[in-house]
C-alpha cells in the first residue's frame, strides 16, 4: 500500500494533524496500534488552553465542537501545605483559558471530524525504513506493510519513528507519579473531596506530592508523586493495592489524613506512571520525508502543556503542508524551524515548574509563582 502523508498514532497530536490536513484537501491515512477507539480509557481533564491547545482546534475548524465539551468550574485550583492549610485558593471565575475537557471526548470529536476509514485501528508499527527519496515504509506487527511519501512519528514517548532522524532515548526524571482514581468522594470521602474543592489541588513538599483533580461525577483523580529510583517503585508489589497504597502514604506520614485518604482511599488499582523526558533541547537535522510530533519530538516533565503542544504542533504542521503543497520539504523545514524553540522554551519551563512543585523551596516556590502571575495580571 502506497499513501501521501502517513501518521503514525491516533493521540490527539496525529488526529489534529490529520483532521487539518483534511480541511485541505490533503488525503492522510493514520495507523493506530489500538484495535478500537474504546480500547483503553482515555484518561482524565484536559484543561485546553488559550495560546496553543484551542488555536490548534481553531485551524481544524472544531471551536464549536470543544466548547460544547468543556465542564464548568473546574479551572478552580488550590495549593495546600501538607497540614492541609490552604495557601491559595483560586476559584473559576469563568475568565480564565484553560478550560477543562474530557480526553477522551476530546479525541472523539477529532475522530468523528474524519472520513470513514482514515483511521487504521489495529495497525501497530513494528519497524520503519528508508527507500531513499524521501520515501519510507512502515511494517506492522500484524504482517502489512505501508510506503509513503511522508512519515509522521506521532507515536509518542518510545516512538518507532524517532530513530529516523535522532538517536535520543527518553530518560526517566528521578520522580514517578501512582495514580489512582476515589469515586462518589464527596458521599465517600467527604474530608478528602473538600480539600481538594472544585477543580485541581497541589499539597507539596520537597520531592514528593499529592495531587489531585475533581472530575465529572463526583470522582477524584488522583497522582502521589515521590522522588525515588526506579528500584524502589520496583520492590513495591502493586498487585497488592492496599498494600502498596498504605506503603505510598507512609511517605507521606505526618501529612493531614484528609489528604493521606487520596492514596489510601482509591477505588481502583495502582498505576505506576514513571516520568521520562526527552533531552530539553532535542532537535535533528532535516531528514527528506519524515518528522515528529508531540511526544515523540519533545517528551517533557508534565506541566500541563504535552497535549496542547501535540495539538498545536499537528496544526502547524498541517498548515505548513497545506502552505507548501509542492514542496512537501520546504514545508517541514518550516514547521521543524518553529518546532524546535517553541518546544524547547516549553521544556525549559516544565523543569521550572517542576523544581517549584518539588524542589527544597516547594510548595513556597509555586505559591510565588502563582502570586505573582496575579499581580502581573492585575497590574
Known sequence: MRTPV????????????????????VP???????????????????DIHDHNGQLALEAAGLTDE??????????????????????LDEPDDGTGGRPEVRRGELRRILLESLPAGTVRWGSKASGVRSLGGGRHEVAFADGGTAVTELLVGADGAWSRVRPLLSGAVPEY????????????????????????GAGSMLALAPGK?????????????TYAA?????????????????????????????WAPELTELITGGDTPLVLRPLYTLPPAHRWDRVPGVTLLGDAAHLMIPSGEGANLAMYDGAE????????????EAALAAYERDLFPR????????VRLHERMFGPRAPRGLFEMFAGEERAASA
Not at 492522510?28 to 482524565?44: C, D, F, N
Not at 482514581?181 to 480539600?195: E, F, N, Q, S, T
Not at 506530592?209 to 483523580?221: K, V, Y
Open 6 to 25: 502517513t501518521i503514525v498514532g491516533a493521540g490527539l497530536g496525529g488526529l489534529t494533524l490529520a483532521r487539518v490536513l483534511h480541511v485541505h484537501g
Open 28 to 46: 492522510v491515512t493514520v495507523h493506530e496500534a489500538e484495535s478500537s477507539p474504546a480500547a483503553r480509557t482515555q484518561g482524565g481533564l484536559l
Open 66 to 87: 470543544f466548547r460544547a465539551l468543556v465542564l464548568e468550574g473546574h479551572q478552580a485550583m488550590r495549593i495546600l501545605d501538607r497540614d492541609g492549610s490552604v495557601l
Open 173 to 196: 526524571t528521578g520522580t514517578s507519579f501512582v495514580e489512582t482514581y476515589l469515586y462518589d468522594a464527596d458521599d465517600r470521602h467527604p474530608a478528602a473531596a473538600k480539600a481538594v
Open 209 to 221: 506530592g499529592i495531587q489531585a483533580h475533581r472530575e465529572d461525577g463526583g470522582a477524584l483523580h
Open 226 to 254: 515521590l522522588s525515588r529510583p526506579l528500584e524502589w517503585f520496583a520492590a513495591l508489589d502493586f498487585a497488592d493495592a492496599a498494600a502498596t497504597a498504605a506503603r505510598i502514604a507512609g511517605e507521606f506520614a505526618g
Open 317 to 328: 504542521l498541517g498548515r505548513a503542508l497545506a502552505a507548501h503543497p509542492d514542496d512537501t
Open 343 to 350: 518546544s524547547a522554551g516549553e521544556a525549559a519551563e516544565a
